[in-house]
């Protein structure tokens, strides 16, 4: 299949699913709260972040680069490295799910004893959420790096589809409470890995006969660029998640209702760009060997998202409005006007979605650690000055210029790590015949 027909593909089929999983994880929430009440709701939130706060330890984005690694060795056909890497990683990831399982479920009661029995016995329950996790993570570093988008989009969906029947039966036709709504959590994790574990092995049936590599490549990759990875990925999370609690800092509680409706809605439109980006990561690699080819392929995907963004953004903030407060009514009037000034980002993710997977290639995870704890730095302090001098609005600026800031450093790095990376902005602003020959190509049913 072409380059052209693989990315289109991947953005069809990893947008379709986003929208997909947003929709599920709406109507779960929705019938979480109303037959769970504000203070079981707030156990299973607590519950839920206690284990995201876990995971952290679980994984630490190495999968991520063992994806890359794995898309560079199948594409160069060297089927004995991947099948090392797969094998390493996978018992590496069984095994942290097993300790941080044992861990979480025994540290129940300790942390029972501080608030109540209730909370101690949802940890309990989701303590296996981190293990099925673990096992997640194998099936998603296979079908990432085979490009098969497909099935992975098919496996998230179905769990999350399990997880809706499950809640809905508990609370809706059993009339079960909190417990019996967390068990929905693990229990969907566990059908929907049973169910793909055929299209794993359909995937994986070409590499049992493939001789391992004995050299120790897992720990290798660790050692060189992998620990820059592990090391990342806090400093992103906090710098992700730090905002509410700045807000909260300086404004109270109810700023951060404001801004996280802005937020959300903001987030939901951001489907495409988080498309393209799974689909360049494991793609990107297997052309760095010619960077003619992947100065077209990340101009292009550039070009493209602009081309879909800024239309966006215009009927955004028309309809901005309307889409607020019909969804989540007048009391979040105050966040249309974050909301509207945060859709800008997009055009700054036009250009930033780009170069994790170009990093990643270019096995430079070292840069983004050093760009995303400057990104960090830049939160903290621009949203403590520019909220203080201008309220709750200034919140959305404080971001648009931490973001921006850090799309010229990223780029300043790019070209310094390869002077021949080139993104082409005049061609932006025409549609030449490598567009309509692309166009063409995905929109071909045949090879």
């Not at 593909?9 to 929430?29: A, D, H, M, Y």
């Not at 508990?170 to 929907?192: D, H, K, N, R, T």
């Not at 648009?400 to 993104?423: Q, T």
Request: some cysteine; overall charge positive; aromatic content about 16%.
């Amino acid at each position: 299949m072409s380059i052209a027909r693989k990315i289109g593909e991947g953005i069809l089929i990893l947008s379709t699913r986003e929208v997909i999983l947003t929709f599920l994880g709406f109507l779960t929430t929705i019938i979480l709260i109303r037959f769970l009440g504000l203070f079981d709701f707030g156990l299973v939130t607590l519950t839920l972040a206690t284990v995201e706060i876990a995971i952290l330890f679980l994984d630490l984005d190495v999968g991520r680069v063992i994806t890359t690694d794995m898309s560079k060795e199948l594409g160069d056909k060297r089927f004995g490295r991947a099948k090392s890497l797969l094998k390493r990683y996978a018992q590496f990831e069984i095994l942290m799910g097993f300790i941080l399982l044992i861990v979480v479920f025994f540290s129940s009661e300790f942390v029972g004893g501080i608030y109540n029995e209730k909370i101690a016995s949802l940890i309990r329950i989701a303590a296996f959420i981190l293990f099925f996790t673990g096992i997640k993570n194998i099936f998603s570093v296979v079908f990432r790096s085979h490009l098969e988008f497909k099935y992975i989009s098919f496996m998230n969906i179905i769990e999350s589809s399990f997880r809706l029947c499950f809640v809905a039966l508990a609370l809706l036709i059993m009339g079960g409470g909190v417990v019996e709504a967390m068990i929905a959590y693990p229990l969907s994790m566990f059908l929907s890995i049973i169910i793909s574990f055929p299209l794993l092995m359909r995937t994986t049936k070409y590499l049992k006969n493939v001789e391992t590599a004995r050299e120790g490549l897992f720990f290798n990759t660790l050692k060189t660029h992998g620990k820059w990875v592990m090391s990342s990925v806090p400093v992103k999370r906090i710098a992700n998640n730090i905002t509410p609690w700045i807000l909260e800092f300086l404004l109270g509680v109810k700023s951060v209702a404001i801004f996280g409706v802005a937020n959300k809605t903001y987030n939901f439109f951001g489907i495409f760009l988080r498309s393209i980006e799974s689909t360049l990561l494991p793609i990107t690699p297997k052309k760095i060997v010619n960077l003619q080819i992947v100065n077209k392929i990340l101009s292009r995907s550039v070009k493209y998202s602009l081309w879909i963004h800024i239309p966006l953004i215009i009927l955004l903030w028309i309809f901005a409005p309307f889409i607020i407060i019909t969804i989540f009514t007048e009391s979040y009037f105050a966040s249309i006007e974050i909301f509207r000034i945060l859709i800008f980002i997009f055009i700054i993710h036009s250009f930033g979605f780009i170069i994790r997977p170009l990093f990643y290639a270019l096995k430079a995870q070292k840069y983004l650690f050093y760009i995303y704890l400057i990104f960090l730095i830049l939160i903290v302090s621009t949203e403590f000055l520019i909220v203080s001098a201008m309220g709750l609005s200034g919140v959305a600026f404080a971001l648009l210029l931490s973001e921006l800031i850090s799309l010229f450093l990223a780029y300043y790095i790019a070209w310094k790590i390869k002077p021949d990376f080139k993104i082409k902005i005049k061609s932006f602003l025409k549609i030449d015949n490598f567009d309509k020959k692309i166009f063409r190509k995905i929109t071909r049913l045949e090879r």
